[in-house]
């Protein structure tokens, strides 16, 4: 089941994977801000704006 996140840049409520994890980085659908998962709690998630510096993106 998909779990609901909000963004907490602009407040755009969106479905994200069951499979996040805390920790885990993701871009909001909307404002295309970068969310990092702090809390998942049952079905729902809660995010912080992601502070990017140094990002491990790379494979
Ligand atoms: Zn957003």
Same mark, same amino acid.
């Given at each position: 089941?998909?779990?609901? %996140? =909000?963004? +907490? !840049? %602009?407040?755009? *409520? ?5 499979? /996040?994890?805390?920790? =885990? /980085?993701?871009?909001?659908?909307? %404002? +295309? +801000?970068?969310? =990092?998962?702090? *809390?998942? !709690?049952? !079905?729902? /998630?809660?995010?912080?704006? +992601? *502070?990017? !510096?140094e990002e491990d993106w790379g494979e």
């Amino acid at each position: 089941m998909p779990k609901k %996140c =909000e963004c +907490a !840049s %602009c407040y755009f *409520e969106f479905e994200v994977e069951d499979d /996040v994890i805390e920790g =885990e /980085v993701i871009p909001c659908p909307d %404002c +295309a +801000a970068d969310l =990092e998962i702090v *809390e998942i !709690s049952g !079905s729902t /998630v809660k995010t912080q704006v +992601a *502070e990017i !510096s140094e990002e491990d993106w790379g494979e």
